[in-house]
């Protein structure tokens, strides 16, 4: 079974720290993503990455960087957290760019 | 671009009742198709796909679902709810011929089961 792990379940920061959430993959899949899901918006696509040290952004990637130097790791930083960032983030790993298989979703809290 | 719209935010059943949750899409030609389950607190799960052939297709847990071009619809239906299928159901589209090769996602359906 493919397994998409993420670093945290819940993380808790502060206003204007800077923020890394990791996610790891173990089945080779060259195409990784990350979104964040909140209430009646669904899941908001923010960068997304076909290859290793390739990145392409999404439909909301304002606020946000990726960083995927290992074809397993595939990391998004928040360079200094504001409050609208509080979300669910999603990571997603597919062979292809349409069947994704989804890590268990970090929330984010930032006060 | 492709476009995907979920007309029912909530859905309420009975536990033993059948169950049909919406999809609609726009695209000018035959897209893939997907369904995705998420459970409270969890990432979201395939429950099936579509990308040719049989326009019914069957996935996990016993969801099926059919692909109705003239209605540019992909309804995902089960013939008998369970409590644990309470959750919220996305509907996603790709566009496999030109444009943008990132599935759209529909922004859900929460379904609630009673018992």
């Known amino acids: 079974d493919v397994k998409v792990t993420q670093s945290s379940r819940y993380l808790v920061k502060r206003t204007g720290e800077k923020v890394f959430l990791e996610c790891v993959q173990d089945?080779?899949?060259?195409?990784m993503f990350w979104y964040r899901q909140d209430p009646g918006l669904g899941l908001r696509l923010i960068y997304f990455?076909?290859?290793?040290?390739?990145?392409e952004k999404g439909d909301i990637p304002e606020g946000y960087s990726v960083s995927r130097e290992k074809k397993e790791r595939f990391s998004l930083i928040l360079e200094s957290a504001s409050t609208n960032q509080t979300s669910m983030y999603l990571c997603?790993?597919?062979?292809?760019?349409?069947?994704?298989?989804f890590g268990p979703g970090t929330r984010l809290t930032v006060t | 671009a492709q476009s995907v719209t979920q007309p029912d935010i909530h859905i309420t059943v009975s536990e033993g009742a059948s169950l049909e949750l919406r999809c609609n899409y726009s695209?000018?030609?035959?897209?893939?198709l997907f369904w995705y389950v998420q459970s409270p607190g969890q990432g979201l799960q395939l429950l099936l796909k579509?990308?040719?052939?049989?326009?019914l297709v069957q996935g996990i847990k016993g969801f099926e679902a059919e692909f109705k071009r003239s209605q540019s619809s992909f309804n995902l239906r089960k013939p008998s709810v369970h409590w644990s299928d309470a959750a919220e159901y996305f509907c996603?589209?790709?566009?496999?011929?030109?444009?943008?090769?990132?599935?759209?996602f529909g922004r859900g359906t929460s379904l609630i089961v009673h018992p």
């Open positions: 997603a790993s597919s062979t292809d760019f349409y069947e994704q298989y």
């Open positions: 089945m080779d899949h060259e195409n």
């Open positions: 990455s076909y290859d290793v040290k390739m990145k």
């Open positions: 695209y000018g030609a035959t897209p893939y």
């Open positions: 579509y990308f040719s052939g049989d326009t």
């Open positions: 996603a589209v790709g566009a496999p011929a030109g444009g943008s090769y990132i599935p759209t």
